[in-house]
């Protein structure tokens, strides 16, 4: 069967895969959303350490899906890759700089002579969870707004602003798309920890954690309708010939939600879900919000990252040379590579069915106070 | 192609790339090696059900959570650099290079990150049987993520499996299998993890011996000695094999790391090895300084080590970069011709392309077709430039070495001795014990020196130098960001330390 598939199909499959894998990683940012939350729902150290450990046995799996998500995007659609990294360079090593602390700030935070102390390592985490989420979501933006660079005939990318991808960060747009996936992050970190903790010892901290995530969520509320509105009334850059010429085209991605009635499907799909795992930690005794809230920004993502891609547009528009925009047909890697790797994403549902029986067999029994003082971060 | 190149520029992207890689090669290979032994000792735990060698074990992968930390902050950095600094590189040849990194998150990183958590916290959670089955995929995984990035490693090396397309300007991906299978990957894979399940070994032989010398978890100590040096000493033997076919592989596709490392100018038949010299740094090929102050030779062995035959020419450096016609090796300033003729007609056939002249464009093509093996050497400025730093690759190959010999001697000393006993009263042995990790450490850092230095100018063998691999920054803008990473690694560096010496102090938790 994959045999049989034509480069287009290739292209436009592993535009799905990459964004499936970024709508995962944008679900896991649970870690980051909790991380921010550390110091506004704990009241003493037993109930910091509860919370840091229940975030610290997962957040190596969302800086692993991070890490697939760069190196999806290497293999299949270079060059995005080149271009992006190797131009907005400020912004991707700023990213990066929040995920080295992140990295090491688990095993550090308690441990004897880590040098520079509990409160730096959870600064190092607060800082992973809102600048470092708050930037992805800048960039992220820029699928929509543009970015400032020129490529070569050899397709060697120039970048035409000096703050080289930090002037995103000057588009209401880009800005608040970031800032939605801070307040979505801290939603889904609070229900995340409603559902993994055991709250026998620490009962205040439970009623904290679920009025956390009414107020994430409704401070995320006017950034996400903002984003929203812009999407249904914004200019796209559009594929508008044969030869593949880009050019502006008005209400692109109204087209396109239009063009592709299950991506509007998914988004409304996406933001019920939303509202119903907000519901059941908030309005409710109910630990299962996560199971909602998680899908359901699965799918707001993966609508959010196919929406500029499919039918026809440019994900990767430049404002300084219309031209040099990126499409999935003139980023991809050849249709060769394509299929290898296809081969080889036969493995992701087996990835995907030991990942949730881990989670299963680990997750059954709520987290102790008691737990923790055998093995803790 | 390339316009206002910046030697600045390309030297500080060096310079944060390597920066990078030597604070992340610190940690990585301890963490490959040490997964397996803490895995063996994990059976003997669940096999045996004794609470001595589950203290055993708890210790031993304390100290590795520690260090895995600081090893996956590095490495993510790794991955993304390709892309920030060296982003024509992955354009170029991210058709082939993206995808093991991929096949590695989505086969490897997840099998380790996944089951990591469950042998940390799985003690109480989940059955014994899959607790230590997640010890195993930790292991398993890390070893595998590291197959695939030496796949990708090794291409650079040996670039096969590929062909450069005109009309995209990139290399692509012919054959999968001969990029995974290629035997320099496969001899790459082989020695690294054989030489980091070395350093494992001397990790805890060194930690080990300083509970026997300050008296303290003598029991536990002996043990861990014990299975460790078995360990190692295996290790070892296939080090040293997988080493002598990594050198092979060399002579056949990099002769010119391999006139590097034995720092041999003049190429010879009978061509002896420098087991031990005082290399000249001064010395330039072509001048009439001599290269060694003194050294000591092995009649005929380089020949055989290079070829399986004591009796060939192994060619120096002087005959890679002036040619050398008796024995029919073409010089660096003719594959500069060739190299030049091919990037002037690829220039020509865009244009050709362009102006939809299909008759010149056939005709500019077949040109770059005749010449495109020697593309990287059309941006090339001198032939001498295809020499890389000389004495710093003889040297850390000479190191490294030399310290390999040593390492199997000192396990097998341990061995002995901890099987016969009386281990603790060997202070002799002890003392120099206490710092083989570090000379182990030494060992990985100057086989790494000898892989990445030794293989300069080239970022792809032939076809890539480096000076055209590298992202259009400023070098201000590099310069910022690598003492940016100094700054931070080396704290990070401090404090990982720091936690480590507190943690072996303390020792392992008390019955």
């Given at each position: 069967?994959?045999?049989?598939?034509?480069y287009?199909?290739?292209?436009?499959?592993?535009?799905?895969?990459?964004?499936?894998?970024?709508?995962?990683?944008?679900?896991?940012?649970?870690?980051?959303?909790?991380?921010?939350?550390l110091?506004?729902?704990?009241?003493?150290?037993?109930e910091k350490?509860?919370v840091?450990?229940?975030?610290?046995r997962?957040?190596e799996?969302?800086?692993?899906?991070?890490?697939?998500?760069?190196?999806?995007?290497?293999?299949?659609?270079p060059?995005?890759?080149?271009?992006?990294?190797?131009?907005?360079?400020?912004?991707?090593?700023?990213?990066?700089?929040?995920f080295i602390?992140q990295?090491?700030?688990?095993?550090?935070?308690?441990k004897?002579?880590?040098?520079?102390?509990?409160?730096?390592?959870?600064?190092?985490?607060?800082?992973?969870?809102?600048?470092?989420?708050?930037?992805?979501?800048?960039?992220?933006?820029?699928?929509?707004?543009?970015?400032?660079?020129?490529?070569s005939?050899?397709?060697?990318?120039?970048?035409?602003?000096?703050?080289?991808?930090?002037?995103?960060?000057?588009?209401?747009?880009?800005?608040?798309?970031?800032?939605?996936?801070?307040?979505?992050?801290r939603?889904?970190?609070?229900?995340?920890?409603?559902?993994?903790?055991?709250?026998?010892?620490?009962?205040?901290?439970?009623?904290?954690?679920?009025?956390?995530?009414g107020?994430?969520?409704?401070?995320?509320?006017?950034?996400?309708?903002?984003?929203?509105?812009?999407?249904?009334?914004?200019?796209?850059?559009?594929?508008?010939?044969?030869?593949?010429?880009?050019?502006?085209?008005?209400?692109?991605?109204?087209?396109?939600?239009?063009?592709?009635?299950?991506?509007?499907?998914?988004?409304?799909?996406?933001?019920?879900?939303?509202?119903?795992?907000?519901f059941?930690?908030?309005?409710?005794?109910?630990?299962?919000?996560?199971?909602?809230?998680?899908p359901?920004?699965?799918?707001?993502?993966?609508?959010?990252?196919?929406?500029?891609?499919?039918?026809k547009?440019?994900f990767?528009?430049?404002?300084?040379d219309?031209?040099?925009?990126?499409?999935?047909?003139?980023?991809?890697?050849?249709?060769?590579?394509?299929?290898?790797?296809?081969y080889?994403?036969?493995?992701i549902?087996?990835?995907?069915?030991?990942?949730?029986?881990?989670?299963?067999?680990?997750?059954?029994?709520?987290?102790?106070?008691?737990?923790?003082?055998?093995h803790?971060? | 192609?390339?316009?206002?190149?910046?030697p600045g520029?390309?030297?500080?992207?060096?310079?944060?790339?390597?920066?990078?890689?030597?604070?992340?090669?610190?940690?990585?290979?301890?963490?490959?090696?040490?997964?397996?032994?803490?895995?063996?000792?994990?059976s003997?735990y669940?096999?045996?059900?004794?609470?001595e060698?589950k203290?055993?074990?708890?210790?031993?992968?304390k100290?590795?959570?520690?260090?895995?930390?600081?090893?996956?902050?590095?490495?993510?950095?790794?991955?993304?650099?390709f892309?920030?600094?060296?982003?024509?590189?992955s354009?170029?040849?991210?058709?082939?290079?993206?995808a093991?990194?991929?096949?590695?998150?989505?086969?490897?990183f997840?099998l380790?990150?996944?089951?990591f958590?469950?042998?940390?916290?799985?003690?109480?959670?989940?059955?014994?049987?899959?607790?230590?089955?997640?010890?195993?995929?930790?292991?398993?995984?890390?070893?595998?993520?590291?197959?695939?990035?030496?796949v990708?490693?090794?291409?650079?090396?040996?670039?096969?499996g590929?062909?450069?397309?005109p009309?995209?300007?990139?290399?692509?991906?012919?054959n999968?299998?001969?990029?995974a299978?290629?035997p320099v990957?496969?001899?790459?894979f082989t020695?690294?993890?054989?030489?980091?399940?070395?350093?494992?070994?001397?990790?805890?032989?060194?930690?080990?011996?300083?509970?026997?010398?300050?008296?303290?978890h003598?029991?536990?100590?002996?043990?861990?000695?014990?299975?460790?040096?078995?360990?190692?000493?295996?290790?070892?033997?296939?080090?040293?094999f997988?080493?002598?076919?990594?050198?092979?592989?060399?002579?056949?596709n990099?002769?010119?790391?391999?006139?590097?490392?034995?720092?041999?100018?003049?190429?010879?038949?009978?061509?002896?090895?420098?087991?031990?010299?005082?290399i000249?740094?001064?010395k330039?090929?072509?001048?009439?300084?001599?290269?060694?102050?003194?050294?000591?030779?092995?009649p005929?062995?380089?020949?055989?080590l290079?070829?399986?035959?004591?009796?060939?020419?192994?060619?120096?450096?002087?005959?890679?970069?002036?040619?050398?016609?008796?024995?029919?090796?073409?010089?660096?300033?003719?594959?500069?011709?060739?190299?030049?003729e091919?990037?002037?007609?690829?220039?020509?056939?865009?244009?050709?392309?362009?102006?939809?002249?299909?008759?010149?464009?056939?005709?500019?093509?077949?040109?770059?077709?005749k010449?495109?093996?020697?593309?990287?050497?059309?941006?090339?400025?001198?032939?001498?430039?295809?020499?890389?730093?000389?004495?710093?690759?003889?040297?850390?190959?000479?190191?490294?070495?030399?310290?390999?010999?040593?390492?199997?001697?000192?396990?097998?000393?341990y061995?002995f001795?901890?099987?016969?006993?009386?281990?603790e009263?060997?202070?002799?042995?002890?003392?120099?014990?206490?710092?083989?990790?570090?000379?182990?450490l030494?060992?990985?850092?100057?086989?790494?020196?000898?892989?990445?230095?030794?293989?300069?100018?080239?970022?792809?063998?032939?076809?890539?130098?480096?000076?055209?691999?590298?992202?259009?920054l400023?070098?201000?803008?590099?310069?910022?960001?690598?003492?940016?990473?100094?700054?931070?690694?080396?704290?990070?560096?401090?404090?990982?330390?720091?936690?480590?010496?507190?943690?072996?102090?303390?020792?392992?938790?008390?019955?």
């Amino acid at each position: 069967m994959i045999a049989q598939l034509d480069y287009q199909s290739l292209q436009q499959l592993w535009w799905l895969l990459c964004s499936v894998v970024g709508s995962l990683f944008l679900f896991l940012t649970f870690v980051q959303g909790g991380q921010t939350l550390l110091r506004q729902v704990t009241t003493n150290e037993i109930e910091k350490s509860l919370v840091i450990n229940s975030l610290g046995r997962k957040w190596e799996l969302t800086f692993t899906t991070l890490v697939l998500f760069g190196g999806a995007l290497f293999a299949s659609f270079p060059k995005f890759y080149a271009t992006s990294f190797g131009g907005a360079y400020w912004v991707w090593i700023s990213i990066l700089f929040t995920f080295i602390l992140q990295a090491v700030s688990y095993e550090y935070r308690k441990k004897p002579r880590n040098l520079l102390g509990a409160g730096i390592y959870e600064l190092f985490l607060f800082l992973n969870g809102s600048l470092g989420i708050l930037l992805i979501g800048t960039a992220v933006g820029t699928f929509y707004t543009g970015s400032n660079f020129r490529l070569s005939g050899y397709n060697l990318v120039t970048w035409t602003h000096s703050l080289r991808g930090l002037e995103a960060a000057f588009s209401l747009f880009n800005v608040s798309l970031g800032l939605f996936l801070v307040f979505n992050a801290r939603t889904l970190g609070a229900m995340y920890l409603v559902n993994n903790l055991d709250f026998n010892d620490t009962p205040g901290l439970e009623s904290r954690l679920r009025s956390a995530c009414g107020r994430s969520f409704f401070c995320s509320l006017p950034f996400l309708l903002f984003i929203l509105g812009n999407l249904l009334l914004m200019k796209g850059y559009g594929i508008i010939d044969d030869q593949g010429t880009i050019g502006l085209v008005t209400r692109k991605y109204l087209g396109n939600l239009l063009a592709n009635p299950w991506l509007a499907a998914m988004l409304v799909g996406g933001l019920l879900l939303l509202v119903i795992g907000v519901f059941k930690t908030t309005g409710t005794d109910s630990t299962a919000g996560i199971w909602f809230g998680g899908p359901g920004t699965v799918l707001l993502s993966l609508t959010l990252l196919l929406l500029p891609a499919y039918n026809k547009t440019a994900f990767y528009p430049s404002r300084a040379d219309l031209q040099s925009s990126l499409t999935i047909y003139n980023a991809s890697s050849s249709p060769y590579t394509l299929k290898v790797m296809t081969y080889v994403a036969i493995f992701i549902p087996f990835v995907l069915a030991y990942i949730a029986f881990v989670w299963w067999s680990m997750d059954r029994k709520k987290i102790t106070v008691e737990e923790i003082a055998d093995h803790s971060y | 192609m390339i316009e206002n190149l910046d030697p600045g520029l390309v030297n500080w992207s060096r310079a944060q790339f390597a920066l990078t890689a030597l604070y992340h090669w610190i940690f990585v290979p301890l963490t490959l090696g040490i997964t397996w032994i803490i895995a063996f000792y994990h059976s003997i735990y669940v096999r045996t059900g004794s609470m001595e060698w589950k203290r055993l074990t708890k210790f031993w992968m304390k100290l590795f959570g520690i260090n895995f930390a600081i090893g996956v902050a590095t490495g993510i950095i790794m991955e993304f650099e390709f892309g920030t600094n060296w982003s024509n590189y992955s354009w170029m040849v991210g058709d082939i290079f993206g995808a093991p990194l991929a096949i590695e998150g989505i086969i490897a990183f997840f099998l380790e990150a996944t089951f990591f958590a469950v042998m940390f916290f799985g003690w109480n959670r989940v059955s014994k049987g899959f607790h230590l089955f997640s010890t195993w995929m930790v292991a398993l995984g890390s070893n595998m993520s590291a197959v695939w990035i030496l796949v990708a490693n090794a291409w650079m090396m040996h670039p096969v499996g590929q062909e450069f397309n005109p009309d995209t300007a990139r290399f692509e991906m012919r054959n999968f299998l001969d990029v995974a299978f290629s035997p320099v990957a496969v001899s790459k894979f082989t020695h690294t993890t054989s030489s980091s399940m070395v350093l494992a070994a001397m990790f805890i032989i060194s930690i080990s011996s300083y509970y026997l010398l300050k008296g303290r978890h003598g029991k536990m100590a002996r043990r861990s000695i014990v299975v460790a040096s078995v360990f190692g000493l295996l290790a070892s033997g296939l080090s040293a094999f997988t080493g002598d076919e990594a050198a092979f592989e060399v002579a056949r596709n990099q002769p010119m790391k391999l006139a590097a490392i034995e720092g041999l100018y003049e190429g010879e038949t009978n061509a002896g090895l420098v087991a031990m010299g005082l290399i000249n740094p001064k010395k330039k090929v072509g001048d009439e300084q001599q290269p060694f102050s003194f050294e000591i030779r092995i009649p005929y062995l380089l020949s055989l080590l290079a070829t399986r035959n004591v009796g060939t020419f192994v060619p120096g450096i002087k005959d890679l970069v002036y040619g050398n016609p008796e024995h029919g090796i073409p010089g660096a300033a003719w594959k500069m011709e060739r190299g030049k003729e091919a990037v002037a007609a690829l220039a020509a056939y865009k244009q050709a392309k362009k102006a939809g002249n299909e008759e010149e464009a056939a005709r500019t093509r077949a040109t770059f077709e005749k010449n495109r093996e020697y593309l990287g050497y059309g941006f090339l400025a001198q032939p001498e430039d295809a020499v890389p730093p000389v004495a710093i690759s003889f040297n850390a190959f000479h190191v490294m070495v030399i310290l390999g010999s040593i390492f199997p001697l000192v396990f097998l000393a341990y061995l002995f001795f901890g099987i016969r006993g009386g281990l603790e009263q060997k202070t002799w042995l002890l003392l120099p014990g206490t710092t083989m990790f570090f000379l182990a450490l030494a060992a990985h850092w100057a086989g790494w020196i000898v892989a990445e230095v030794g293989r300069q100018p080239w970022a792809i063998q032939d076809l890539l130098p480096v000076t055209v691999a590298r992202s259009n920054l400023t070098s201000s803008t590099v310069q910022t960001t690598f003492y940016m990473f100094l700054a931070l690694f080396t704290i990070l560096l401090i404090a990982e330390v720091s936690i480590m010496l507190k943690q072996i102090k303390i020792g392992p938790e008390e019955k």
